[in-house]
């Protein structure tokens, strides 16, 4: 959920339960006796309208603000409205997202940890790799990474029972006396079959920690973000927790995440004190970054394959956007010019046939009912081409959209271990320059062995994944392409008996 | 053939047997010692290369001229380029047309009759409704339009064994030593069995013919013009002989024109000598324009059904105009971007499935070849869809514009009528002032009998070609439209096997 720009929308395409909010760009003086309003650069206008825009500023003025004078924003059902524009304006992602909840900012508890978080800035941002290539395992061993070589190679320890969650219910609440609105939803767990409620905000804030905690290993796909494709709230809603039903459904197969204090407290807390509790020992957690290597388990050390890996997720991303650049273009046009032209030649055919039903010549029955039935049909082919996306390019389409997340995520956790390789390269001369112990390069040793398990694991899962995930995609693709052609087939094949002369 | 533009190509298309000629639009002087070439405006330039264009003026000298100063134009198989120049230039479209064969000029045979042809000239030309209302039929009786009442009303005496031809064998021949080069077809009557030959240029020839003699009462469709869609000459000729056999067929079919001196000569002409005597007998017939309307031979008089048919006629031209967008523009896209995105798609599906196989993960061949067959079966369809036109949709546009021909015709069929019902009201005045005889009063009141006879006929043989003809386009239409998404379907379906997981 970096993306900034997911909250500003067109101003046509506003719905009932989102409240508009607007920033200023340029200052206006209000003409008096106009019902004009005075506003300046940079300040935040609510209740906006339509046409001029009519608009309360910050100081709770009301009156009228040329629309070209201000940019629209959407604050959605989850109040994070707030919480990205700090992060678009001050650069500060964590600021005080977490304040409303009651919860300490999620920025100060991480301590140190947060400055070689990866993730967010790269090296040159002042990490040195000794730190996680030299910090200690913590003492006790929950949450430690056990890696196993499997079939395939290094694979995590997968759980006996996996995990699946179920998202339902979508309910709107609201607090202050209505003022603020959201959605919750209900999540059960396969594992306690118990419902626990979560609002869009929650989901963020678990993204949020799992990318501070398993960024540099794992990828973590982005939390579905705010693109709106139906008008109506219900629509919305109904997209929203799709998508978050596939995220989560993602996250419980990942035998690190699923089985996580993090992922198991968002889906079984209790009651309101544990969640609490939970939130903050998660906020506070410091093995997070690049130190979660130190929690990895190796049986052995290993071949490095960072090469193999940044090639082969370098091309499978080109592959995936080649295929949503194509398959979106392809959309487009099954639902936009190709419908249009079909109803148009179905109008044509019926146009005719009304024509010449009027010639009043005998005997030209059968050609006109043809021709209108030709008519007919085409405009019925017209709507089921542009249902038809809908259908089998969508399944095949969020399914590379997903793994084109997951891919962003690989490039950073291979800088990660392509530092960590360099680094231990240069183990002999840190040693000669007495600025690191034989024992620190025995260390350093073992813990890039842990991290290029830890890499194989997490490739090998994806690999597998990526097989199940495209293997279905592709069935339920080709299922509906064939079902469609049916249709059309039977469709056309019941005009020929018309046009029998 | 008035059109004056269907010599002018794209500079770009020229294939081997036209010669390319050029017309001059600013005078340009030639640099001395620069192989360059001076020319006037207007001036027609021949033997016209590439680039800078080299070229022949009419006084025979070659040299370069810049591409822009000239417009080029192309010189067909059958020499009529000079001819449509004339047309142009000078708007004496008979001009020295036929002189070439040795025979009179077309327009100095037709004496005053030319005058009143209406399909030329409207009436405000100087013609004068009286001419043919009163003018007396031809002593003899052969060429008699004989008009029968048959069930759907007023019908054309149809011959007791329908007519066809058979048009084959074009061959290219020469003359004046290789210099001239045209395409000679066979056509072989089915009446008499025996091939004869002709030139386009004698198609055009009968085509004028048939609209100065019919070209008031009958619907007479253009011949085929030079639209260019092949780039090859075999493309070409056969294109073009197909096209001829349509407009043959049709004219076999008209009861009319079928029976006529001229088109009989034209399909069983015996030798050079009997063509030649034919075709002089017919450029100086006198029964031409309106002045065909004295040799119709009506049972009685009858109700005039101008408006009703002026009314269908312009409805169903717009409907044909609607018909030949829609599908031309769907033409575009069947063959343009549209297999262009299927092959993109097929690609895609392709590329991913090369990438699969470089992660060397084990397993994944069902889901690779899934992908490869996928994107080879999108690559088929892409060439499938960009066929299919020509298959389906071809016989549909090619019949709406014969259709859109024909119905060309008629503003001036019913324009003549018109004027000659508004004539007839005035006959009581006319009679008053003198100007008319009682005898001419009842002469011009039959007349206008016969001429909505005459209309009725042809309107119903349209009807009945019009209902044959759109029965049969649209059987071919959807058997291809169904065989086609069948075909797409049986690809797909196959492809569902291989992804079963």
Same mark, same amino acid.
């Given at each position: ?14 719905? /009932? ?51 070209? $004078? ?114 919750? $939803? ?29 960024? +540099? ?90 090469? *193999? ?51 009043? $010549? ?42 084109? +997340? ?10 990660? *271990? ?36 830890? /890499? ?46």
């Amino acid at each position: 959920m970096t993306s900034g720009d997911r909250n500003l929308f067109n101003y046509s395409s506003f719905f /009932l339960f989102v409240a508009v909010q607007a920033q200023v760009l340029y200052d206006f003086t209000a003409e008096p006796e106009n019902n004009e309003l005075s506003v300046r650069q940079g300040e935040m206008l609510s209740n906006v309208g339509g046409g001029w825009i009519e608009a309360q500023n910050s100081s709770g003025q009301t009156g009228l603000v040329p629309e070209g $004078y201000v940019q629209v924003t959407v604050e959605d059902d989850d109040g994070e409205w707030d919480d990205n524009w700090d992060d678009q304006s001050m650069g500060a992602y964590h600021g005080n997202k977490l304040d409303e909840e009651g919860g300490a900012s999620g920025q100060s508890v991480h301590g140190p940890s947060v400055k070689i978080s990866l993730n967010k800035f790269t090296f040159s941002k002042g990490a040195s790799p000794e730190v996680f290539l030299l910090a200690k395992p913590p003492a006790n061993s929950t949450g430690r990474l056990p890696v196993y070589v499997g079939e395939v190679g290094p694979i995590w320890l997968y759980p006996m029972a996996p995990l699946d969650c179920v998202i339902a219910h979508p309910k709107k609440e609201s607090k202050l006396y209505g003022l603020k609105s959201f959605i919750e $939803y209900q999540i059960t767990p396969s594992s306690t079959n118990r419902p626990v409620n979560h609002r869009y905000k929650h989901f963020d804030w678990l993204y949020e920690r799992l990318m501070d905690k398993f960024g +540099s290993a794992l990828a973590i796909p982005s939390l579905p973000d705010k693109q709106v494709t139906g008008r109506f709230e219900d629509d919305f809603i109904r997209m929203r927790m799709e998508q978050l039903q596939s995220w989560m459904t993602r996250m419980c197969r990942h035998p690190i995440v699923s089985q996580s204090d993090v992922f198991q407290l968002f889906l079984t807390y209790r009651d309101e004190k544990e969640w609490k509790a939970g939130k903050r020992k998660a906020e506070r957690d410091e093995t997070v970054g690049p130190l979660i290597f130190s929690v990895v388990e190796p049986e052995a050390a290993d071949e490095q394959k960072c090469e *193999h890996y940044s090639r082969f997720t370098k091309s499978m991303e080109d592959g995936v956007r080649e295929l949503l650049t194509i398959g979106h273009r392809h959309w487009k046009r099954c639902t936009g010019p190709l419908p249009k032209e079909y109803k148009q030649i179905g109008h044509a055919f019926r146009n005719l046939s009304t024509v010449f039903t009027s010639s009043k $010549y005998a005997g030209e029955e059968t050609l006109t009912d043809a021709l209108t039935a030709t008519g007919r049909t085409f405009e019925d082919i017209a709507d089921m081409f542009a249902q038809q996306p809908q259908k089998d390019l969508n399944v095949l389409l969020e399914t590379n959209s997903e793994y084109k +997340s997951m891919l962003g995520c690989f490039p950073e956790i291979i800088a990660v *271990h392509k530092v960590a390789i360099e680094k231990v390269k240069e183990t002999d001369r840190l040693v000669s320059a007495g600025k690191i112990s034989n024992n620190d390069r025995k260390c350093m040793n073992e813990r890039l062995g842990s991290m290029s398990y830890s /890499l194989q694991a997490e490739m090998n899962h994806f690999h597998s994944n990526r097989i199940y995930d495209y293997n279905r995609a592709m069935q339920v693709y080709l299922e509906q392409q064939a079902t469609f052609y049916q249709q059309v087939c039977a469709f056309v094949r019941l005009l020929t008996h018309f046009s029998v002369s």
